[in-house]
């Protein structure tokens, strides 16, 4: 077979991602900065070692930032009113859970971009930038771009992906339970397990880290309160997805998640049904007629 449809497919890819990266050059001397157009929900549980640290950092991008701490046991909320007393802070229970918290937060902003961070989620300098800059370059429809999220180790975590079929769920198991030595054929995907190697339109990208535009958050009506954490940020992205705006991952942007939040199985059980009564294949074909 000739290699020449390959050859085409790759230059004209190449020549897209070229355009991308001029238009989003041309259109970044003209944006408001951060500081002006960007709110954040910093949903906190147990993060006094190192919250305040990161909100004196995020305050010098954002406008205003608003914690929702999930009935912390240590001192986080404590630590906040005294070292940065700018930062208003609410209480909800745990079993609100962290869906219920972003939209509490958000309910406090005004801005027109919502920045979500977990407490234990920190943004690299220059990644809150480029996911402003990629939501402008994306036009009025782009309505979420996401980092590449990595473990302190280095290790990529689950930053964005498609709509969860049972092959792709089948695939994900595939590639995290079998060693590499054991898999057979060997290929490089077009979009590699946690996060596109590079910037990609996806169907969801995960809610430890994200720039959300807020008409489309409001539209669809924010996140749904029945997840607790699983789940959440999927149902998001299908709902938007659902309703004409478009999602991207952008992994020139980076973050660290420091130390993720371990949900109870049952929990897990329930987002799971209840994704499945939103998403699955009765769903679909109910939306569809």
């Given at each position: ?33 951060t500081?002006e ?13 190192h ?17 929702c ?126 996060a ?8 969801w ?11 489309a ?16 940020d ?34 897990r ?8 009564r ?12």
């Open positions: 077979m000739s290699p020449e449809p390959d050859r085409e497919r790759q230059l004209a890819d190449e020549a897209a991602a070229r355009a991308g990266i001029e238009r989003r050059a041309a259109v970044s001397h003209d944006l408001p900065p500081s157009t960007v709110g954040a929900v910093v949903v906190t549980f147990n993060d006094e070692a919250v305040t640290g990161m909100l004196r950092a995020l305050l010098k991008e954002v406008a205003e930032i608003v914690v701490d999930l009935g912390s046991r240590d001192r986080t909320l404590t630590l906040i009113a005294e070292r940065c007393p700018e930062v208003r802070r609410r209480g909800l229970p745990l079993e609100a859970g962290f869906a219920a918290a972003i939209n509490e937060g958000a309910r406090e902003l005004t801005q027109p971009y919502l920045l979500v961070l977990h407490g234990d989620a920190r943004l690299r300098p220059g990644a809150l930038e480029r996911l402003h800059g990629q939501l402008h370059a994306g036009g009025r429809r782009a309505a979420c771009c996401g980092p590449r999220i990595t473990a302190p180790d280095g290790t990529l975590e689950l930053s964005a992906g498609f709509r969860p079929t049972l092959w792709r769920r089948w695939r994900a198991w595939w590639r995290t339970a079998v060693p590499r030595s054991r898999r057979g054929r060997k290929r490089t995907p077009r979009l590699a397990y946690g596109p190697p590079i910037l990609a339109e996806v169907d990208v995960s809610c430890a880290a994200a720039l959300l535009r807020r008409e958050f409001d539209e669809v009506g924010g996140m749904d309160e029945g997840f607790f954490l699983a789940w959440a999927v149902d998001l992205g299908l709902r938007l997805r659902r309703a004409g705006w478009r999602t991207y991952c952008e992994p020139r942007a980076r973050a660290i998640h420091l130390d993720r939040v371990e949900e109870s199985a049952e929990s059980r329930r987002a799971r049904r209840r994704f499945a939103k998403h699955g294949l009765v769903a679909r074909l109910r939306h569809a007629s």
